[in-house]
């Protein structure tokens, strides 16, 4: 029986090296190669310290209103009363708890972020797979100007509330909407409006993503167009981190 051998390496320099100085392959500075992608946004655990000092705890983000954001989502006429392809069917049902969600927030003094989906009537910024509902003679889903981009009744964008433009499924895809929560202070999210497995689903991972802690999304003011499918998704969530509470848990004060 043939017993191998263990290989032997010979670290010593080679002739053409006796004379050359040893390259110094140490590196120093933070810069880490994710932060180089293009167009990425660096992620909240990324920051200064100084940006981060006031943060001491998980509950304490958790029940400081002034480092929270509210995100209302897609709650425009398309998704929620249309009769075209954007139709959640799940939608109608959650309009009054989004509604009391947004009034919670004003009484807690929470940023209010609507978060819109806006496209151009000729479909140019419209997803390849979409493209064949907009062009000349027609009127696409959420198109610029149209009755479907406005939201639906009894939600109003007020003073002190931002509004962000998308036209993908996350709410932060080449949008600022990192950038302002940065400028905001803002490390928690509490996440309303539809649909659960498209931009709600996008949106929190993105947000887990780039460290935003605690993201909370109220399971009873978002919605999907079945039940099962709503719930699949919450599951999934949960499961990374995300906190999924009724509207009336969330609402109640903190102690």
């Known amino acids: 029986m043939l017993m191998a051998k263990s290989a032997q ?13 040893t390259p110094n392959f140490s590196f120093s500075g933070t810069n880490i190669l994710h932060n180089k992608r293009p167009n990425w946004p660096k992620p909240l655990s990324l920051r200064s310290k100084s940006a981060l000092a006031r943060a001491h705890s998980l509950e304490t983000m958790a029940d400081d209103s002034n480092r929270s954001a509210l995100l209302v989502i897609d709650m425009q006429k ?3 009363e249309g009769v075209g392809p954007f139709l959640v069917k799940g939608g109608k049902e959650i309009v009054p708890n989004v509604i009391k969600a947004v009034d919670v927030a004003r009484q807690r003094g929470i940023l209010i972020i609507w978060v819109l989906r806006e496209h151009d009537p000729l479909g140019r910024d419209v997803e390849l797979f979409r493209r064949h509902l907009y062009g000349a003679g027609k009127v696409g889903p959420v198109s610029k100007g149209s009755e479907g981009v406005e939201l639906v009744d009894g939600l109003v964008i007020k003073e002190g509330d931002y509004k962000v433009v998308k036209t993908r499924f996350s709410a932060f895809f080449d949008t600022h909407l990192h950038s302002v929560l940065q400028g905001a202070g803002i490390n928690s999210l509490v996440i309303t409006g539809v649909q659960t497995p498209n931009c709600i689903r996008q949106t929190v991972y993105d947000a887990v993503a780039l460290d935003y802690q605690p993201v909370t999304v109220l399971v009873d003011a978002t919605a999907a167009a079945t039940p099962d499918i709503h719930l699949a998704n919450l599951f999934d969530m949960k499961n990374i981190g995300v906190a999924t509470p009724t509207l009336e848990e969330w609402s109640k004060p903190k102690a």
């Open 78 to 80: 398309d998704f929620i």
């Open 9 to 21: 390496f010979n670290l010593s320099p080679l002739p053409f090296q006796k004379h050359c100085k």
